[in-house]
Each structure stands twice: as structure tokens, then as C-alpha cells.
């Protein structure tokens, strides 16, 4: 038999989501989305068979795999899965449409392109567990313009249409004193991240943002202070940077990026939204 997936993409925040669900009928998955998302917009849609048990309880399953090499560049873009392993099992995908099925089974997937990302991603993503090979892409463009200026009924409305876009970044840069504030306000959340200092500290030498003596102060385990106060230490220092230097809030979030777990990824996500509504 023949099943039907499906992506779709929907603007989060800063991120973009990116859903890829499956049911017997495409059909069914067009009314499905068009009813719940309708705010979304409908990507690549595929036919393909299950492979007979493809698991080892019996089960099959299709498997989206993430740890594939790419063709194209995906510098500063974060494709984040929200499942890990990302499978659709076929008696899921059978239940669709039934009493206390209404929804189909997806995988959630979250895209996100940093300042200085190469502008247009072209992600592959293969399809496994399906009797022909098939590969999915993500494609993302990269977001640099500030959004459109909202027309309210009242004075209030436009006039916070129009702060929120005069916040937004010229030419990729933030503004000083929005990223200042940010960091100040938030260096506690920051610091309960458990960011790895050595890590950090070799990320900032490498962009000129500390010198060699700054490192070796906040990485000497017997200069008298803890990891906590040298970590503390070290963000006095990058947020004393930012008050002159916008620009140094995006290379920072993309540390929290580079660095690659949940966590720093999440402050990275939560740092640029407090951004953007202040």
C-alpha cells in the first residue's frame, strides 16, 4: 500500500517550524493542515510503501535521518529535530482519521539562520525505511529584512508597530544598546546555561573579541577564583564589548549555537526574542 507525507513550514518566532507528517491519502493531509494550519505553507509532498518490518518488534517505520553529509552549505543555519530518533511507525500513520485519531503522526523540526548564515538552505534529509529511496529538502531563505509595519486603529498600535521595527538590525548588526540590555538582563539565565568556559573563552580569542591575556585569566583554575566567578568574569567582558560593538551579541549567539546542545541553543533562541520585543 501507498502512503502520502508531507512537509510544511510555519514561521515561529525567530525560527521557522518545520513539520513533516504522513497519512494513507494526501488528501486528507491537505484538508488536515488547511484546517489546523492554515497559516502555514505546504512544501514537498512524496508517495512511498513502507519496508516490511523494519524494525525489530515488527513494526515499520520511516525514519528521517539528520546525520547526512551535505552538498550545499548550511553555515549558520540550526536544524534542530524535536524527536530524537525522528520516526513515523505505520500503525500511527493507519490510526489517522479514526475515532480519537484526529491527528496524523509528525515529526517537528526547527530551523533557525543566524546573522551571517549563508542566505538560502538547501538541507537534505533522506527518507529511510521506504521500499524506494527517496530524499527530502528543506529550503529556507534566510530572513534579513525587518517585518512590514502592522497599520493599527489606534496611536498605540502604530506607535509600537513602528518601535519594534526601528529595533530590528541595519545591514546584520545589531544595535548596542537593545543587545546591552539584553545580556545585562538576562546573565543569570545565561550563566545557569552551564556554557563551557573553555570553550567559550577559545571562541572569543578566535574572533578578536578578547586577547590572549583575557583567556589565559579566565581559564587559570589558580588564579584564587571559581569557575562560576571566571565565567562571570568573562561576561562582564563581552557585555562591556557590546555596549560599543552590536555586532559582538551575534557572534555570541552563535557560540551558544556552535556549541550545540539543547541548552545553549535554547539561550541562543530565547536571547534573540527577548531582542526583538524589547
Known sequence: MSYAGILYYKQDGVQDLVTFTSAKKL???????KKEHSDSKIGQYVYFRFVPTHSCDGSPYIELMFDTPQKKPAIGWTIEPHIDPCRLYQDDVDKFGKE????????LVSVYGSPGAVPSL?????LDGVVRPVTLFIHRSLRTAPPPIVQGTSSSSSTASISQTSRDTEGG???????????TENIVLIKETQI?????ADKLLEKSIINGRERSQVTDEHCGLTADQRLHKLLNSIIGTIRVDGEVFGIFLDILREEGTRRTIKLADKLIEKY???
Open 100 to 107: 480519537n485519531y484526529s491527528l496524523p503522526p509528525c515529526c
Open 122 to 126: 538547501h538541507y537534505s534529509v533522506p
Open 276 to 278: 526583538n520585543y524589547i
Open 27 to 33: 488528501n486528507a493531509l491537505l484538508e488536515f493542515i
Open 196 to 200: 563551557d568556559l573553555y570553550f567559550l
Open 173 to 183: 548588526t545589531f544595535r548596542s544598546d537593545i543587545a546591552h540590555r539584553v545580556m
